[in-house]
């Protein structure tokens, strides 16, 4: 794809099967619609994602070289679409016809198949263990520098000195991971009255944000904030004005130069009506569309430039207010800024986007419960779409606490909506329910989830022998896996700690602490021989389930056991199965699949 300023290459064919996928758009009387967008749309996030987009020529044309399996591919134009599940390589050519919404209530189950898994060929292993001395020489570096993190005893030392919360205190401490000497100094010159805006400050802005925001720049945020006034609550002064987390922006001093910048009689104008916020950069600062990679820019730089993209004009306006007492936000719906005025949220646009003002709606999302499913969560097992000229947008609630618990109660615009839930299969095909529905202005719906399941009698994939021996850490004494059989099964995880596919798993398995805690079978993570990284302790699992044990496969005992009873040799880790009590082996996993600790989870039911 080429641009004015940038080109777009596509390099998968260097390193995946892939083929040409043409698409013809037609209208309903089966002429070619030139100009109409083309979508290429692969499932991810709960939602569908378009990884190319492509224009239609003059024959109603559009192709894209792409790679095996299924995708959703959306066309649109002038509001018509249509869209239709391809499986590439079974099919070359896509003939979509453009149609007016019918705006109806429909349901629609779509099967997402992946592309059939192919061996991969073994790599040089003098190389792979040269790439295997500079990884452990990296982990040695990075295990030294974690080593100066503070530890909880220091950190509860400290909170009892200064009078605050232990648990607090170490929770914040020990998210801010290498920046902690930051937010210890933060805390640490906090004076007696500043400690509860001091704290909530910190509660307000994101984890990542912890590990790299100095303390002056938080400083300037809350020593450059207007007092809550009375008529509003602590909760909201917290997130919509005390908070220097906007959008996906970087966070950077900007309170003190935005009230520096105005004159005591236009701050005062700016309070009194905040639509003037908007006039004033409408009117000061030029629209700029040469940032092509949307990196958002700060309010201060915005202001010194006097030009700025769109985003970053909503995250100005949004500064700007909050820098004067005005509780605003960049709306997680639909993307507008916005104000709360006299208890209601007014929102805002600017030149570019100027369109008329849409009615609100009310929709609560109801789940009701799947077996061998936990509370769904957005971007993981659903998201709401709105449709906007032809294609469906997805609304942003990521890290919303409105979608954190059921029913969710969401105030949205009037408009055309999709509901997207999958659940995916430990063979990494996703079971996808589509709700289509229209919320009229000032209506109200309840709308409940369809989360699509199958559950089938597992295949017996082999028999695991239990006489295989490994070392339990901290003591290294000899364990046998017979001795952890019992009537609710067992999980062996064959690890190596230092590669990013076991990091990816153990953080998935330590998420759900609580559901593996909840089940009575064992949970053996052992080590694969030579595995064992430098500065390797029980503490790098902090937050492994109850009674999980940890081992060491030294004599690869486990991983002998394990291929024998399936049949063949594996090295790609990490390497899971799930065995009844009888050793009949139900599920195995190799490497890292995206939701293998929910497929495990679902997978327990079965045992029995």
């Given at each position: 794809?080429?641009?004015?300023?940038?080109?777009?290459?596509?390099?998968?064919?260097?390193?995946?099967?892939?083929?040409?996928?043409?698409?013809?758009?037609?209208?309903?009387?089966?002429?070619?619609?030139?100009?109409?967008?083309?979508?290429?749309?692969?499932?991810?996030?709960?939602?569908?994602?378009?990884?190319?987009?492509?224009?239609?020529?003059?024959?109603?044309?559009?192709?894209?070289?792409?790679?095996?399996?299924?995708?959703?591919?959306?066309?649109?134009?002038?509001?018509?679409?249509?869209?239709?599940?391809?499986?590439?390589?079974?099919?070359?050519?896509?003939?979509?016809?453009?149609?007016?919404?019918?705006?109806?209530?429909?349901?629609?189950?779509?099967?997402?198949?992946?592309?059939?898994?192919?061996?991969?060929?073994?790599?040089?292993?003098?190389?792979?263990?040269?790439?295997?001395?500079?990884?452990?020489?990296?982990?040695?570096?990075?295990?030294?520098?974690?080593?100066?993190?503070?530890?909880?005893?220091?950190?509860?030392?400290?909170?009892?000195?200064?009078?605050?919360?232990?648990?607090?205190?170490?929770?914040?401490?020990?998210?801010?991971?290498?920046?902690?000497?930051?937010?210890?100094?933060?805390?640490?010159?906090?004076?007696?009255?500043?400690?509860?805006?001091?704290?909530?400050?910190?509660?307000?802005?994101?984890?990542?944000?912890?590990?790299?925001?100095?303390?002056?720049?938080?400083?300037?945020?809350?020593?450059?904030?207007?007092?809550?006034?009375?008529?509003?609550?602590?909760?909201?002064?917290?997130?919509?004005?005390?908070?220097?987390?906007?959008?996906?922006?970087?966070?950077?001093?900007?309170?003190?130069?935005?009230?520096?910048?105005?004159?005591?009689?236009?701050?005062?104008?700016?309070?009194?009506?905040?639509?003037?916020?908007?006039?004033?950069?409408?009117?000061?600062?030029?629209?700029?569309?040469?940032?092509?990679?949307?990196?958002?820019?700060?309010?201060?730089?915005?202001?010194?430039?006097?030009?700025?993209?769109?985003?970053?004009?909503?995250?100005?306006?949004?500064?700007?207010?909050?820098?004067?007492?005005?509780?605003?936000?960049?709306?997680?719906?639909?993307?507008?800024?916005?104000?709360?005025?006299?208890?209601?949220?007014?929102?805002?646009?600017?030149?570019?986007?100027?369109?008329?003002?849409?009615?609100?709606?009310?929709?609560?999302?109801?789940?009701?419960?799947?077996?061998?499913?936990?509370?769904?969560?957005?971007?993981?097992?659903?998201?709401?779409?709105?449709?906007?000229?032809?294609?469906?947008?997805?609304?942003?609630?990521?890290?919303?606490?409105?979608v954190s618990s059921f029913p969710c109660q969401l105030t949205v615009d009037a408009g055309y909506y999709m509901l997207v839930t999958g659940n995916r299969q430990s063979d990494g095909s996703v079971l996808c329910h589509l709700q289509f529905f229209m919320l009229p202005g000032g209506s109200s719906k309840d709308v409940h989830l369809?989360?699509?399941?199958?559950?089938?009698?597992?295949?017996?994939?082999?028999?695991?022998?239990?006489?295989?021996?490994?070392?339990?850490?901290?003591?290294?004494?000899?364990?046998?896996?017979?001795?952890?059989?019992?009537?609710?099964?067992?999980?062996?995880?064959?690890?190596?700690?230092?590669?990013?596919?076991?990091?990816?798993?153990?953080?998935?398995?330590?998420?759900?602490?609580?559901?593996?805690?909840?089940?009575?079978?064992?949970?053996?993570?052992?080590?694969?021989?030579?595995?064992?990284?430098?500065?390797?302790?029980?503490?790098?699992?902090?937050?492994?389930?109850?009674?999980?044990?940890?081992?060491?496969?030294?004599?690869?005992?486990?991983?002998?056991?394990?291929?024998?009873?399936l049949g063949f040799s594996t090295t790609n880790l990490p390497v899971v199965i799930v065995c009844r009590k009888n050793g009949e082996i139900i599920m195995f996993s190799e490497g890292y699949h995206i939701g293998t600790g929910e497929q495990l989870l679902k997978t327990l039911r079965l045992l029995k």
């Open positions: 794809m080429k641009t004015t300023l940038y080109t777009k290459i596509n390099q998968l064919p260097i390193y995946a099967p892939s083929t040409k996928l043409l698409v013809i758009v037609k209208d309903t009387n089966s002429s070619p619609i030139q100009d109409a967008n083309v979508d290429f749309c692969l499932y991810n996030s709960a939602e569908f994602y378009p990884v190319a987009t492509k224009t239609t020529d003059t024959r109603g044309k559009a192709s894209v070289i792409t790679g095996l399996g299924d995708m959703v591919v959306w066309a649109s134009k002038d509001g018509q679409y249509a869209f239709a599940k391809i499986s590439v390589g079974n099919t070359d050519t896509l003939i979509l016809t453009l149609q007016e919404p019918e705006y109806a209530e429909r349901e629609v189950d779509l099967d997402i198949i992946p592309p059939v898994a192919r061996s991969v060929e073994a790599v040089n292993q003098a190389k792979a263990e040269d790439n295997n001395r500079r990884l452990r020489g990296e982990d040695t570096i990075r295990e030294a520098y974690v080593a100066t993190f503070i530890d909880s005893a220091s950190a509860a030392a400290f909170a009892k000195d200064k009078g605050f919360s232990v648990s607090d205190t170490w929770r914040l401490l020990y998210n801010s991971r290498g920046n902690w000497k930051e937010i210890m100094f933060y805390l640490s010159s906090l004076r007696v009255e500043e400690a509860k805006n001091g704290f909530d400050l910190l509660e307000a802005i994101t984890e990542k944000d912890l590990h790299d925001t100095p303390a002056s720049i938080l400083f300037d945020h809350l020593r450059h904030t207007p007092p809550k006034p009375e008529e509003l609550d602590q909760e909201s002064y917290m997130r919509f004005v005390l908070s220097p987390r906007i959008g996906r922006e970087l966070i950077t001093p900007w309170r003190s130069f935005i009230q520096q910048s105005f004159s005591k009689k236009q701050m005062k104008e700016f309070r009194k009506n905040p639509s003037k916020v908007a006039d004033w950069i409408n009117g000061y600062i030029k629209p700029d569309q040469t940032n092509y990679y949307s990196v958002p820019l700060s309010p201060k730089g915005v202001m010194q430039l006097g030009l700025a993209d769109t985003y970053s004009k909503k995250v100005l306006f949004v500064a700007i207010c909050r820098s004067l007492g005005i509780p605003a936000k960049i709306s997680q719906a639909n993307g507008k800024p916005g104000y709360l005025h006299e208890g209601k949220w007014e929102e805002i646009a600017f030149e570019q986007e100027i369109a008329p003002a849409l009615e609100k709606s009310k929709v609560a999302l109801y789940y009701d419960g799947v077996e061998g499913i936990e509370k769904p969560g957005y971007y993981t097992r659903f998201t709401l779409a709105r449709l906007e000229n032809g294609r469906f947008k997805t609304l942003d609630y990521e890290n919303d606490p409105s369809t989360i699509r399941n199958r559950q089938k009698e597992p295949e017996i994939l082999g028999h695991l022998k239990a006489d295989a021996t490994f070392s339990g850490f901290p003591g290294m004494d000899t364990l046998k896996l017979s001795s952890f059989k019992n009537d609710e099964g067992l999980i062996v995880f064959l690890i190596e700690p230092d590669k990013e596919p076991t990091k990816h798993l153990m953080e998935e398995i330590q998420a759900l602490q609580e559901p593996f805690s909840q089940w009575r079978g064992a949970l053996l993570f052992v080590v694969a021989k030579d595995k064992i990284p430098a500065g390797f302790s029980l503490g790098t699992y902090h937050k492994l389930p109850v009674d999980a044990i940890i081992g060491y496969d030294g004599n690869a005992e486990v991983a002998s056991a394990v291929c024998d009873a």
